[in-house]
């Protein structure tokens, strides 16, 4: 029987961290987690300069490659577009792809594009966007600790929330402004799975329906939390995920 490997993609300035909480019991139900630090987010010497979408998703395409076996892709908030390069590019190594709280989005939209109408009418549809700050090189963005507290992280115990916060890095900008590009034959053809937050406040509820209308057939799971169930609500992401897992356990190509 091959190893069944869970690739987990973090979202924008965040790192492999964020999984931590749920590494444990994928273990304990026979997977092999692997959760990756993209690229120019702090983790390695690539330069902020050279961050693109191509990059992320080469460096998880190459990862994939590595690994025998189909693989289940987990993105969490903005790695969800990552997740949908990579499942466009290595389909037939692909069994699903959850989206956690995530940027599913049809092919050649931007985020920033999809949410401009309904800004105007919702500003809350703006989440983190108003409050970030440049970086220091001027490549990127950062999240003020206290904003990430409020917006990322309100229902994480007080102690976890800081600490989770202090570890955000900067956002090269090249890996935030992007596009993910895909088919109906490859990408399309993929189970996916929608994890809804319902009390998210970056990514909020509104929009994660509206992303899931655009691009209609994922399965759906609403939890009863904010932007970060990995940290808030560990054993109940697992218990979203892993039944998915088993429906698909095998690629369709």
Request: proline letters at 8%; charged letters at 15%.
């Amino acid at each position: 029987m091959p190893d069944r490997h869970v690739v987990l993609i973090h979202g924008a300035w965040a790192g492999s961290w964020v999984w931590d909480g749920i590494l444990e019991g994928l273990r304990a139900a026979g997977y092999t987690p692997h959760p990756v630090d993209l690229p120019g987010n702090g983790n390695d010497d690539t330069s902020p300069a050279a961050v693109t979408l191509d990059l992320y998703a080469a460096h998880v395409a190459g990862l994939i490659d590595s690994l025998d076996g189909p693989v289940q892709l987990v993105a969490h908030s903005g790695g969800g577009l990552t997740a949908t390069a990579v499942a466009e590019q290595r389909a037939e190594r692909i069994a699903g792809v959850a989206y956690v709280a995530g940027m599913m989005l049809p092919s050649g939209l931007p985020f920033a594009e999809a949410c401009a109408e309904l800004v105007s009418t919702a500003p809350e549809v703006s989440g983190v966007g108003p409050f970030l700050q440049r970086s220091a090189d001027g490549l990127g963005t950062r999240v003020p600790a206290e904003i990430a507290c409020a917006l990322f992280f309100h229902d994480v115990p007080l102690p976890q929330a800081l600490a989770a916060a202090q570890r955000l890095g900067a956002q090269p900008d090249g890996g935030r402004s992007v596009a993910a590009r895909w088919t109906p034959d490859r990408f399309g053809r993929l189970p996916r799975l929608y994890i809804e937050c319902s009390a998210d406040r970056s990514v909020v509820p509104a929009v994660q329906k509206w992303m899931q209308e655009l691009v209609p057939g994922a399965e759906r799971v609403t939890l009863d939390c904010g932007h970060a169930p990995q940290l808030s609500k560990p054993d109940a992401l697992l218990a979203s995920l892993l039944p998915f897992f088993s429906r698909h356990a095998e690629t369709v190509f």
